[in-house]
């Protein structure tokens, strides 16, 4: 791991040590850029560092979640699984750290705390908690779109004198929940990954809902060899796949046929064939599953009757059978064995609809009806997603003027890579940009080629600073939001809503415009030099 460096003069500063900022660091060096990059963890891996809980792994296959821009890194690694698990993840990322040689240019254990822009010099000054303070050119933030976890507000909850948990947060060494009454509260993604998994060890696990979830078999397994030969032999013509399709994600194999234009036997027999591919595979059966109320209502009491087939009690199958949004509109889950978990005699549904929960009480959780005692409370309440990370850096642009104030009525970027008034500052998969809609692996490789060769091309013309117009960034946001309206997706309370955090401002912060168009728009940015940025020269760089 690098030294500390207070004082030092940097090309570049980025912000996170995660998919994103290690192949950001590997691009600027390649330019022969000095780059460094600031890391809380202790170790590489953003989201992947953290989130280590029972069950932690990746939606989206492996094959296709994972980086592209190295044939030979591609074609020496070998996943073993389907999906492939976090300590996976992990041993990949730290392979890429070693193989990339980026450690010397990584400073962990160290959080940024502020980034100011001086106009004077034209450069980023950028401290941190250890009292470092350095200087950059270009200051990117690399910070993901799920790394702060959401405040745990429930009344009591210091009070609690069991063992407390949090997805987001677990003990490097494991928990063992042997013998335990385990309370889960939240049924997202990290809670319908590790329920089934706590269930197996735990005496007793209660689980606490507020909303169920549209939950889909990942059917995960090794790899089959002859998936891993087609692979080898196609990898390029499969990656360009995934970079074409609206998801970035090859195997969801979307079509464009009407949900409507197949009779009721076709429909289910398609939900069926894509039941039993598992993943994201079901949200591409018909083109108008996000954008028809009636076309999605097809797909969703498909997944509930599944629901109700697995789930031997009714009124459990019922609680857990979403009705309050359209599937899809909140990040689809990719389980295994989540609805099954149900039927043990360990395990119970609480509904927090029926029965609000009150207050954490030294011994449990108490709802509007019991007080449930638990040994143990496993928190998975989600993220102050896309913006959290951001609005925890004092973000400083030109006049002073800070993020949050730029942000207070919600995010607004231009493409989700640059904010006006913010000279030299890039966001990876930033809202308004498609990110957290699609593979996150090809949204980033995306992103980081657009900010490298932003870089370079300012480096070419020798110029000063480059920043969003406002009217090219209103112009974005208005784009963002008139193509997230044609969808269903507004009508979720989700956290790409920002309707999970209480009083953040509700802006549908992800572009749905699909990635193809995304990408293309971000080309032609670039093609024409850098359309919607006001360039200014370098003359008054000190
Ligand atoms: P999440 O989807 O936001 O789920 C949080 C859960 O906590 C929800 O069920 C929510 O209920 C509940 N909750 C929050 N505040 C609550 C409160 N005050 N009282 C009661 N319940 C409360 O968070 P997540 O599960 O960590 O997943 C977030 C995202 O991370 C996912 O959507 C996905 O993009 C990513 N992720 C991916 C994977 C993967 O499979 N690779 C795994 C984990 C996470 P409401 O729905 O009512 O708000």
New binding site residues.
């Given amino acids: 791991m690098a030294d500390t460096a207070s004082g030092a003069a940097y090309d570049a500063i980025i912000v996170g040590a995660g998919f994103s900022g290690l192949y950001m660091l590997h691009r600027l060096r390649a330019q022969g850029l000095t780059a460094r990059i600031y890391e809380a963890a202790s170790g590489v891996g953003g989201t992947w560092y953290w989130?280590r809980y029972p069950g932690?792994?990746?939606?989206i296959e492996s094959l296709e979640y994972s980086y592209s821009f190295s044939p030979e890194l591609d074609a020496e690694w070998k996943w073993s699984e389907r999906y492939a698990t976090q300590p996976e993840l992990m041993a990949y990322l730290n392979h890429v750290a070693d193989r990339f040689d980026l450690r010397r240019d990584i400073q962990l254990d160290t959080r940024v705390t502020s980034a100011r822009f001086d106009e004077r010099s034209n450069r980023w000054t950028v401290a941190t908690d250890r009292g470092e303070a350095v200087t950059a050119r270009y200051c990117i933030m690399a910070t993901g779109c799920?790394s702060v976890a959401?405040e745990v507000a429930?009344p009591g909850a210091d009070r609690f004198q069991g063992e407390t948990y949090r997805?987001?947060r677990w003990p490097h060494e494991g928990v063992d929940f042997t013998g335990k009454r385990v309370a889960v509260?939240?049924?997202?993604?990290?809670?319908i990954?590790s329920i089934p998994l706590i269930a197996e060890q735990a005496a007793q696990v209660t689980v606490?809902?507020?909303?169920p979830?549209f939950s889909v078999p990942a059917h995960n397994g090794p790899i089959p060899e002859a998936v891993l030969e087609d692979w080898k032999r196609n990898r390029a013509k499969y990656r360009q796949e995934a970079r074409d399709a609206g998801f970035a994600i090859r195997m969801v194999d979307g079509q464009e046929t009407l949900a409507f234009d197949a009779t009721a036997e076709q429909r289910q027999a398609e939900y069926e064939r894509r039941w039993g591919i598992g993943g994201f595979a079901l949200m591409g059966a018909y083109g108008d599953l996000i954008v028809d109320r009636a076309a999605n209502e097809t797909a969703s009491e498909f997944v509930r009757e599944k629901i109700r087939s697995i789930v031997k009690d009714p009124a459990t199958a019922e609680k857990l059978s979403p009705r309050s949004f359209p599937m899809g509109t909140k990040?689809l889950c990719?389980d295994t064995g989540y609805y099954a978990t149900f039927n043990r005699d360990n395990v119970s549904l609480v509904d927090?609809r029926a029965e609000p929960?009150e207050a954490i009480e030294p011994t449990g959780v108490r709802t509007a009806d019991h007080l449930y005692e638990a040994d143990a409370i496993v928190y998975?309440?989600?993220?102050d997603a896309m913006t959290g990370a951001l609005g925890r850096i004092d973000i400083r642009g030109r006049g002073g003027v800070t993020l949050k104030d730029a942000w207070a009525e919600g995010p607004r970027t231009y493409l989700g890579l640059m904010i006006a008034g913010f000279p030299n500052l890039f966001i990876v998969t930033g809202p308004g940009s498609p990110s957290?809609l699609c593979n996150m692996a090809v949204a980033i490789e995306q992103h980081v080629d657009f900010i490298s060769d932003c870089i370079a091309w300012m480096g070419e013309r020798q110029a000063g600073t480059i920043e969003a117009t406002p009217a090219a960034q209103d112009a974005w946001v208005a784009h963002v939001n008139e193509v997230a309206d044609t969808t269903l997706y507004p009508q979720a309370?989700s956290?790409y809503m920002g309707a999970?955090v209480p009083g953040k401002p509700r802006v549908f912060m992800p572009y749905i415009g699909g990635f193809p168009a995304y990408r293309d728009r971000c080309a032609e940015v670039a093609a024409n030099g850098y359309e919607g940025c006001e360039i200014r020269s370098a003359a008054s760089v000190s």
């Avoid at 932690?56 to 939606?59: C, E, M, Q």
């Avoid at 509260?185 to 809670?191: P, Q």
């Avoid at 606490?208 to 909303?211: E, H, I, L, S």
């Fill in positions: 989130n932690a792994r990746v939606d799920l959401n429930f997805t987001s509260i939240g049924t997202g993604s990290s809670a990954q606490f809902q507020r909303t979830n990040r990719i927090l929960l998975a309440i989600g993220f957290v309370n956290w999970n």
